[in-house]
């Protein structure tokens, strides 16, 4: 998940459940892809059309070391996209998107007994959607 620009090593993983078709991309992971393209870094890009607990259910890829959830703000979607959490390796970080109090209180209540601690909750953003909050795995 992480890439290491000197060394041109890491890979990046995009889940996007929004297919309308072969070749689609939503304009948001395209977006995405294009800043990695114009960092030179787009080959380190793999984009998974499909929803992130398909993906885990079949993941055989190494810990990783950022787990970005910008996911729907339903809450067993976001608990499945928690999930994911398991992988993050010591010292690696879940940031969350979109710090809407139910998506905030759930995500506290899943990762209360997890190895995490809370490093940076946004609360000074004009809503939430313009929020992230960080956690640490110990």
């Not at 909050?133 to 110990?138: E, K, N, P, S």
Request: some cysteine.
């Amino acid at each position: 998940i992480t890439i290491d620009p000197v060394f041109k090593t890491g890979e990046v993983w995009i889940m996007d459940a929004h297919v309308r078709g072969p070749g689609y991309i939503a304009s948001n992971v395209r977006d995405v892809l294009n800043n990695f393209t114009a960092l030179g870094l787009a080959q380190y890009v793999s984009i998974c059309s499909d929803y992130s607990w398909n993906v885990l259910s079949q993941w055989t890829g190494e810990e990783i070391s950022l787990l970005f959830i910008d996911g729907a703000h339903y809450p067993d979607d976001l608990k499945a996209d928690l999930e994911w959490t398991r992988l993050i390796a010591p010292g690696g970080f879940l940031v969350v998107d979109d710090w809407f109090k139910e998506i905030k209180e759930i995500c506290l209540i899943y990762l209360s007994d997890k190895p995490f601690k809370l490093l940076h909750e946004s609360t000074d953003a004009p809503t939430p959607e313009f929020c992230v909050t960080i956690f640490q795995r110990v």
